[in-house]
């Protein structure tokens, strides 16, 4: 390691890439196991044509301090 430090940042970048990829594989995951109730939801808000073929869903995190500088008041 002494002779090589780098090969701990590539270590860390590659750590970072896994833990990346296993996270958007769960979120993939989740998304489609409840995709009926995302694009479905009486409560939603539909603008434009409701028999459109294009559905958009916006995750928000309401906790997020960056989200809450950029949501309306």
């Known amino acids: 390691l002494i ?6 940042v590539e270590a860390m970048q590659e750590l ?3 833990q990346d990829s296993q996270r958007d594989t ?4 989740a998304i ?3 995709r009926i109730q995302l694009v479905s939801d009486p409560e939603s808000p539909i603008a434009g044509n409701p ?3 294009v559905t958009i869903v916006e995750f928000s995190d309401y ?11």
Do not use: F, H, S
């Open 26 to 29: 769960v979120a993939q995951k």
């Open 16 to 18: 970072e890439r896994k």
């Open 51 to 53: 028999n459109g073929d």
């Open 63 to 73: 906790q997020c301090p960056y989200c809450k500088r950029t949501m309306p008041r």
């Open 32 to 34: 489609q196991e409840n």
């Open 3 to 8: 002779a090589n430090p780098e090969v701990l």
